[in-house]
């Protein structure tokens, strides 16, 4: 063998192997995190392609019953990531002058796995927008940073969203010990989010309060940005978020 030709790569006993990592992730594992942005693919697919992966690790462990668009995320053959756009709060669409709501969507779920390296996001977001911005005929994404689960926006203040400012606090329901919830997926539930009627029914619920979420827009025509009710405000700083 001539000292060019690369080595043959022997395989070991199957014990050997389970102890080592193969040469395929090894390879993985020393990749430049460059590499692996630009290996990642970000496809359109139907809903029911990452409601599973939605439903499993996303903070708040629900796939959207009205996805307008889909993307998932695959590194190296495997599902990575998933962003879902809906149409959002019933008057999402007043943020814009004379807008209607097929106008305005809102990016109700964005999750990356956290292996991917930090700045993953920054990409994924720039192709789902300019893939919508090519597909659909909306103006403008709205999104939420909830507060309440440690959120600021830091994935919206990096690729440049508009902050809109914080909402007034909210009135959610607790059932029990546990997470407090939204009164639609309450009364989709139970068939009512009135307190009174579900402590009749044998339902523990109690209504609480909970910091409003921060508010950022994006705007995908830029011919319409004029049309933005409310003015930029200053970026929210981690500090200032809400209770863990």
């Keep these: 063998m001539s000292a060019k030709e690369p080595r043959p790569v022997l395989r070991g006993s199957s014990n050997e192997q389970d102890t080592r990592a193969t040469t395929l992730e090894t390879a993985v594992q020393t990749r430049p995190p460059r590499s692996i942005l630009k290996s990642l693919r970000v496809e359109r697919v139907a809903p029911s392609a990452i409601a599973d992966v939605i439903e499993r690790e996303h903070y708040l462990h629900s796939m959207p019953k009205a996805a307008q668009a889909c993307f998932g995320v695959y590194a190296g053959g495997g599902l990575a990531g998933a962003v879902v756009f809906t149409s959002g709060a019933r008057q999402g669409h007043r943020v814009l002058e004379a807008a209607r709501p097929q106008d305005v969507a809102t990016l109700a779920r964005l999750w990356l796995a956290d292996d991917l390296p930090q700045n993953a996001e920054s990409r994924v977001l720039g192709i789902v927008l300019r893939a919508v911005h090519r597909e659909t005929s909306w103006k403008l994404v709205l999104s939420y940073a909830d507060p309440g689960a440690g959120h600021v926006g830091t994935i919206y203040q990096a690729t440049g969203w508009v902050y809109l400012g914080q909402a007034p606090p909210e009135g959610y329901i607790a059932i029990g010990d546990s997470r407090e919830r939204h009164p639609r997926s309450v009364y989709t539930q139970y068939g009512s989010n009135a ?32 049309r933005l009710r409310a003015a930029a405000q200053p970026y929210p700083r981690l500090m200032e978020r809400g209770p863990p």
């Design 195 to 226: 307190i009174g009627h579900l402590r009749a029914t044998g339902v523990p619920a109690r209504r609480v309060f909970v910091s409003g979420k921060h508010r950022y827009v994006y705007v995908l025509d830029a011919a319409w940005r004029w």
